[in-house]
């Protein structure tokens, strides 16, 4: 990595964000130094149905909560003010205007990232930034560089840094699996979080009825 200052790019759906989101944020942020890390909740996921997803405002609003204790998290909202599909390449055209003198370095789990091909001009994206992919359980650095990233060349590869994390087997899925069963959540996201979830009956009913 070079001397020059950086910021790390958390993107993500955060519907709701967790202890895993949260995990992966901190680690990079240490292990590279960085000034800060900035949370971009999606307006309208890429790979996801966005009919199904909760409103922007409430996954803003958990997205505040779950960061505010840490003095090295901000928070976005370039990608829900923007319409259409929340393609990370928009985004990140607009922080590389915002931060002209950092590298951005743009955060994922490692899941994730083996799908960079079938991302919107995944090959500008590739000069534009780096990409540093947190493994998570169940995804090993070999199959990853071996299978997924094949097509990939020997110069974007160089952009993409896979690193292992603290593993937290949790995922937002999980999470909204576990309020429908009324079974807990707590200590799989912030106790804020939890709150919020509570307060505004989030996801009592099903995916798809959202
Ligand atoms: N437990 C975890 N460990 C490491 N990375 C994670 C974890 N959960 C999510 N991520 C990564 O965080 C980013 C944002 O994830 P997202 O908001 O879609 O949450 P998710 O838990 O993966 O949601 P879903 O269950 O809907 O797939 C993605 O790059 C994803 O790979
Ligand atoms: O730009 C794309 O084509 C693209 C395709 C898939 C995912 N992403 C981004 O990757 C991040 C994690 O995505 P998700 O769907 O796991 O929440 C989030 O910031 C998405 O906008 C971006």
Same mark, same amino acid.
């Given at each position: 990595?070079?001397?020059?200052?950086?910021?790390?790019?958390?993107?993500? =759906?955060?519907?709701?964000?967790?202890?895993?989101?949260?995990?992966?944020?901190?680690?990079?942020?240490?292990? &590279?130094?960085?000034?800060?890390?900035?949370? !971009?909740?999606?307006?309208? *996921?890429?790979?996801?149905?966005?009919?199904? !997803?909760?409103?922007?405002?409430?996954?803003?609003?958990?997205?505040?909560?779950?960061?505010?204790?840490?003095?090295?998290?901000?928070?976005?909202?370039? #990608?829900?003010?923007?319409?259409?599909?929340?393609?990370?390449?928009?985004?990140?055209? +607009?922080?590389?205007?915002?931060?002209?003198?950092?590298?951005?370095?743009?955060? =994922?789990?490692?899941?994730?990232?083996?799908?960079?091909?079938?991302?919107?001009?995944? #090959?500008?994206?590739? +000069?534009?930034?780096?990409?540093?992919?947190?493994?998570? *359980?169940?995804?090993?650095?070999?199959?990853?560089?071996?299978? #997924?990233?094949?097509?990939?060349?020997?110069?974007?590869? /160089?952009?993409?840094?896979?690193?292992?994390? *603290?593993?937290? /087997? !949790?995922?937002?899925?999980?999470?909204? %699996?576990?309020? %429908?069963?009324?079974?807990?959540?707590?200590?799989?996201? *912030?106790?804020?979080? /939890?709150? &919020?979830?509570?307060? &505004?009956?989030?996801?009592?009913?099903? /995916?798809?009825?959202?």
């Amino acid at each position: 990595m070079s001397k020059r200052k950086s910021i790390g790019i958390m993107g993500g =759906t955060f519907d709701p964000i967790h202890y895993g989101h949260l995990v992966i944020a901190e680690a990079v942020r240490s292990k &590279y130094n960085m000034d800060k890390v900035i949370f !971009v909740p999606s307006g309208c *996921p890429p790979h996801k149905n966005c009919s199904n !997803v909760s409103s922007a405002m409430d996954r803003y609003t958990m997205t505040a909560l779950a960061t505010a204790t840490n003095r090295y998290f901000d928070i976005s909202t370039v #990608e829900i003010d923007r319409s259409g599909k929340s393609y990370t390449y928009d985004s990140l055209i +607009e922080f590389k205007k915002k931060y002209p003198k950092h590298d951005i370095y743009f955060i =994922t789990g490692a899941d994730a990232i083996k799908d960079i091909t079938t991302w919107y001009n995944y #090959e500008k994206l590739l +000069e534009m930034c780096y990409f540093i992919a947190a493994t998570r *359980p169940g995804y090993t650095l070999s199959n990853l560089k071996n299978k #997924e990233l094949q097509m990939l060349s020997k110069k974007q590869l /160089e952009n993409i840094e896979i690193i292992e994390v *603290p593993g937290i /087997e !949790v995922s937002s899925t999980d999470i909204k %699996r576990r309020v %429908r069963e009324n079974k807990s959540i707590k200590y799989l996201l *912030p106790e804020t979080v /939890e709150d &919020y979830i509570t307060k &505004y009956d989030l996801y009592l009913k099903k /995916e798809n009825d959202i």
